[in-house]
């Protein structure tokens, strides 16, 4: 219900004005949590140098307490609509361990060409086993573990396959208009707002000014405090869509662009507490 949204924020409000960090769990303040990390070094494949930036990172234990850390990987293709199984890929059994693998060797894995990965996206799953037998995997983490970057799970990854984008694709000043329907508000038509699309140091990432397209200030605005509401967005050859984003109160925020034969963009997105919009976007 909305009233639990709206206690939530405000807790997270109170907490705001109590600690100058956002407080993190620290894993080796728990003896007996199974927990391992993933620092990233890269997670974007470029099809142009496909051997020269693979999917890299660090894992790591740290409660050095974990006897193994089994990897496997899953690949997502055909835009998202066709999926394989899961292949095992490896078991980790001393931390720190530098993980690397090329986009070679994951078309190579799953007996495509690289050419035919482009596009793709690689989920790859761990599952820890503790020193003491008992095992932790993605299913059974606290949310804030999975909700929060900085606490650099490794347990659920998402590596891509992506090629050059072009920022003049999407780059610009927009006026949007948008309909949807929020739990426990009454639908809207046409909500007029202007956002902007800039690129972001990271080639293939954009930053939208505000995923709900101004309608979370309109309705929500005094319950967070207002404003705008970044996202980023992601490039996958040609493909937009929003990603590591969440709302004030931390729903995961989706959304999916198509360009018009007009020249228009147009958004359908939402939050998994049950949020959904559709937003026309004109460039200005």
């Keep these: ?60 234990a740290p409660s050095d307490n974990v006897a193994s850390h089994a990897i496997s990987v899953k690949r997502i293709y055909d835009m998202g609509a066709s999926e394989t199984e899961y292949v095992d890929l490896l078991t980790i059994t001393e ?17 495509i060409p690289v050419e035919e990965s482009f596009a793709n996206f690689y989920v790859f799953n761990g599952v820890a086993t503790g020193n003491n037998g008992e095992t932790a995997d993605f299913s ?30 999407i780059v610009g000043t927009y006026s949007s208009l948008t309909s949807g329907e929020f739990p426990g508000f009454d639908p809207f038509t046409d909500f007029a707002y202007t956002v902007s699309i800039t690129a972001d140091e990271e080639e293939g990432f954009y930053t939208l000014s505000d995923f709900s397209f101004g309608t979370y200030d309109f309705l929500y605005g005094p319950w967070y405090g207002g404003g705008d509401l970044p996202a980023t967005i992601q490039d996958v050859c040609g493909t937009f869509f929003i990603t590591g984003t969440q709302d004030p109160w931390g729903e995961t925020v989706s959304g999916d662009f198509t360009f018009n034969p007009d020249g228009t963009i147009t958004v359908v997105g939402g939050t998994t507490f049950g949020e959904t919009w559709t937003a026309v976007l004109t460039k200005q």
């Design 1 to 60: 219900m909305k009233i639990t949204r709206v206690c939530s924020i405000l807790s997270l409000i109170f907490l705001a004005f109590a600690c100058e960090t956002p407080m993190l769990i620290e894993p080796e303040d728990v003896p007996r949590g199974i927990y391992v990390t993933f620092d990233p070094i890269n997670t974007n494949m470029n099809s142009e140098d496909i051997e020269g930036t693979p999917f890299a990172g660090t894992f790591d």
């Design 95 to 111: 931390f720190p361990y530098e993980f690397s693998i090329s986009g070679s060797e994951l078309a190579d894995l799953f007996g």
């Design 140 to 169: 059974n983490l606290h949310n804030d573990l999975i909700g929060s970057p900085e606490q650099l799970q490794g347990f659920r990854l998402q590596g891509a396959v992506v090629c050059p984008s072009d920022p003049n694709v």
